[in-house]
């Protein structure tokens, strides 16, 4: 969902420009059910923070997860619109609260689903009060804005929608960071990038909100209420779109709303996804393992690091579970260097800037990691080569050449080592103080949503400190390989 930030940036009114980039590429299916470790339960619907009023409006769609409510309701207006009898049900299950589970045995490369696209949303579809829509697409609203007004507009219309089975059987309150607020941000994300991600998520989502409210909603009171369309509805609707859209590939990458199959939940050890299948016209996956009756059916939303993961979809895989897995390590020239100037001008000219974030993974870290320490440590003499090294740090580069300058080796390694030692002590510190936190809680409803809402981001900084503990780990063998004592 880092893809999501881009898309917003790229595409966020003012300029309504159609050309949406979105995000989520669905793969799915997998092994076995991986079994959440932390069991507290916290409906999402409860708002832990009074700090804006808005967060104690109850949005009046959709439903709370936690019980199986509307969905059967939600199944059986399915099959009745043209959903083929499937081999899963909807159940309560240990992953994913809510998810579909095999009826029969399922086979290994078989396809699942037939969702047929009159019962998938897109930005093509009708709208229950066309002028509505047509204002929209007059204004060249791209396609997420526009989906997020559209499943609004459907979901003020209650029974009268088509949709209206299918909104009743959303989640009441997505899991997504969209619903932490500013102080739970800071206070349990400190350590992670995924706290400035999150904050440039929810001020897109903002940012959008108010384009559409002062360029639209407020042009056309009548077909756009604030009552209805307002930054609380649209948290919701954004919410959903982030937790549930998915990209069909067949279909020209076209994003979709797809009922049923939004039923499944994630494993990172499958890699099926979602895509319409030409021939049977339908969206489908094929699934990579067999099944057995009683057991959950899982997809993949893709290879995403569990940070991204809890960004859009509000959860964080049990230890050591994702091979995707990854952390982001900002890396920064220093104001002091005496080539601050050339090196900043350097970077520029190549898309990157006097601080940069680089994804380490357990297995290891981009070269463009390398280049930009390169050019951090590299002293005046080397001028003629910031720019290599800034080119080779980006990823604009066609060549992708391991360049090496073996005279700063040393102190380009034991740069990124300091970055890495200096990170790991704020998930340190963080992990020391979660234990005794004071939650600052007036109820128990409270009580319940922070301790959720602590567990979720000690399992992040923790898997996040597991990588950076392996980098540094490789780090000093590195430097002790090349004779430098650490
Ligand atoms: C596409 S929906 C899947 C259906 C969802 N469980 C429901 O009841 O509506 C995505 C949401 O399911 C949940 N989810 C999916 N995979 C999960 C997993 N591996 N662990 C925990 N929650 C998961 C998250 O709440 C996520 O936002």
Redo the contacts with the bound molecule.
């Keep these: 969902m880092a893809e999501a930030s881009r898309f917003f940036r790229t595409t966020l009114i003012p300029s309504f420009s159609q050309n949406s980039n979105p995000l989520h590429r669905t793969s799915h299916s997998h092994s076995q059910p ?1 079994l ?1 470790r932390n069991t507290i339960r916290c409906s ?1 619907s409860t708002s832990g923070d009074t700090t804006k009023t808005t967060e104690n409006q109850r949005i009046p769609w959709g439903c709370d ?1 936690d019980s199986l409510e509307n969905a059967s309701a939600l199944q059986k207006w399915l099959s009745d619109s043209g959903l083929p009898p499937q081999k899963m049900a ?1 159940e309560r ?1 240990e ?5 579909l589970v095999a009826l029969k045995n399922i086979r290994k490369g078989e396809k699942l689903l037939f969702v047929p696209p009159s019962l998938v949303i897109t930005a093509d579809s009708e709208w229950s009060c066309p002028e509505a829509g047509e204002i929209l697409k007059q204004n060249y609203v791209p396609d997420w804005p526009l989906l997020a007004t559209y499943l609004i507009s459907e979901a003020k219309l209650m029974n009268s929608s088509r949709w209206s089975n299918y909104i009743s ?3 009441r309150q ?3 960071l969209l619903y932490w607020t500013r102080s739970e941000l800071d206070r349990y994300l400190e350590a992670s990038q995924i706290r400035e991600r999150a904050i440039e998520r929810i001020n897109d989502v903002t940012g959008t909100y108010n384009d559409l409210r002062l360029r639209i909603f407020s042009k056309y009171p009548h077909l756009f209420p604030e009552e209805v369309f307002n930054m609380e509805t649209f948290k919701w609707s954004f919410g959903i779109l ?3 859209l998915v990209r069909l590939p067949s279909m020209d990458g076209r994003v979709a709303l797809v009922p049923w199959a ?7 050890e499958v890699e099926t996804f979602l895509d319409y299948d030409r021939s049977t016209k339908g969206v489908v996956f094929t699934t990579d393992r067999p099944y057995q009756p009683g057991e959950q059916v ?1 997809i993949s ?1 893709g290879k995403k690091s569990n940070g991204e ?1 809890l960004l ?6 049990r230890e050591g579970t994702n091979p995707s897995d990854s952390v982001e390590l900002s890396l920064s020239i220093k104001k002091s260097d005496k080539c601050y100037k050339e090196k900043v001008e350097a970077l520029r000219k190549y898309g990157l800037s006097m601080s940069q974030c680089f994804p380490l993974q357990i297995t290891g870290w981009p070269l463009e990691l390398m280049a930009y320490a390169c050019l951090a440590v590299s002293p005046p003499s080397m001028n003629r080569q910031f720019e290599e090294m800034a080119a080779a740090a980006s990823n604009k580069t066609s060549s992708k050449k391991d360049i090496r300058y073996p005279e700063i080796e040393e102190q380009a390694l034991q740069f990124i080592l300091d970055s890495c030692e200096s990170s790991i002590s704020k998930y340190s510190k963080f992990l020391q103080a979660s234990g005794s936190m004071d939650l600052d809680v007036t109820s128990p409803k409270q009580l319940n949503r922070k301790l959720f809402l602590k567990q979720l981001a000690v399992d992040l900084c923790t898997s996040e400190q597991r990588i950076l503990f392996r980098a540094q780990y490789i780090l000093r063998r590195r430097l002790r390989d090349i004779g430098a004592v650490n």
């Design positions: 991986i959440r999402v997860i909807i299950v992953v994913g609260e809510r998810g059987a959303l989640p997505p899991y997504s982030f937790s549930r939004d039923m499944l939940n994630h494993s990172c899982f939303y993961l859009s979809y509000g959860f964080v895989p």
